[in-house]
Nanobody, 129 residues
Framework: QVQLAESGGGLVQTGGSLELSCRIS????????MGWFRQSPGRVREFVAA????????YYLDSVKGRFTISRDNTKNRVYLQMNSLKPDDTAVYYC??????????????????????WGQGTQVTVSS
């Protein structure tokens, strides 16, 4: 049973930083490309960032490029999302997810939430103005 667990959310002021962490257990971690999504009340779940199984490729939502960085440490079975210059619009519950094995890691597949097989419970990020 693959399980994902996010941590690192919290309350931060505009312009501040947070680092989210996602731990994967119960599976072969390096099999999966990983992604981060977010959802705020009344809005659809939104792609934020994704990283290939070996960290060689990444994709980002346009509005977070230059502010957020996704990375992974396969020795620790973790994926991270470093978020800098945070804005109130970044307020949401952030979820990490594992892309279905066997799918090609492309701009199209990485950004579709229905291509992801496993999901964490989410961690709340609140940015105050």
């Amino acid at each position: 049973q693959v399980q994902l667990a996010e941590s690192g959310g919290g309350l931060v002021q505009t312009g501040g930083s947070l680092e989210l962490s996602c731990r994967i257990s119960g599976g072969t971690y390096t099999t999966y490309a990983m992604g981060w999504f977010r959802q705020s009340p009344g809005r659809v779940r939104e792609f934020v960032a994704a990283i290939s199984w070996n960290g060689a490729e990444t994709y980002y939502l346009d509005s977070v490029k230059g502010r957020f960085t996704i990375s992974r440490d396969n020795t620790k079975n973790r994926v991270y999302l470093q978020m800098n210059s945070l804005k109130p619009d970044d307020t949401a519950v952030y979820y990490c997810a594992a892309l279905s094995p066997g799918l090609p890691f492309t701009d199209t597949t990485a950004k579709r939430y229905d291509e992801y097989l496993y999901w964490g419970q989410g961690t709340q990020v609140t940015v105050s103005s």
